[in-house]
């Protein structure tokens, strides 16, 4: 029975050395990616990711497989993946549906259907802004303006941003940071995961 365990315990051992290999390895064709922006090392990266079969890595390759499927403009993959997971995977109640939401906002701006495209994102930012309501969460913020940078402008978020400072609800230090991330963005951002690593699951 010993023996029995031991082998068992080693393969396990084994699968995991695997799976954490094929996500570095993932990881660094992304980063080579950004060196070169050739396409290649993307599809490189997800078929790394796409390899990935212990069930306890489902957290580790999220943010990596999220943005493989944006980069390679797979949004109705990026759908699918998001309905294998639960809702307690998520750190916040309303991430699910804001990543299933999102992805299907990108369809429908590829498919130049604006309108939807905004009703879905808009979506989005209720939801969220009902969340905001039952706590104090700050860094629901950063969720919350980077979905509205969809739809709003640069200007109206900030300014939006200045007026929470004077409900004392959340640190005017987290409030400037939010400001200067603002500017340092497009008009329009062209992805809704733009340097947030904190829109993520657990």
Known sequence: MLLITLLLNSCSNNAENRCDVLLQKAKGSLYQ???SNDTLSLIKAKNYIDS???????HKVFDTKITLVILLKEYSEGIEYVKTLNNSDFQKEYQKNMYLKSFEAMICESQGDTIRRNKLYQEIVSEIQSYLNKTSNQETLIDFFTIKSKIETKAEIIKEIE?????????????????EM?????????????????????
Not at 52 to 58: A, E, L, W, Y
Not at 163 to 179: G, P, Q, W
Not at 182 to 202: A, M, P, R, W, Y
């Open 33 to 35: 990616f950004y060196v």
């Open 52 to 58: 990935i079969d212990c069930s306890s890595f489902k």
């Open 182 to 202: 603002q500017e340092g963005n497009n008009e329009k951002n062209d992805s809704i995961f733009n340097n947030f690593n904190t829109i993520s699951i657990l």
């Open 163 to 179: 007026l929470l400072k004077a409900t004392s609800k959340y640190d005017i230090e987290f409030l400037n940071i939010l400001i």
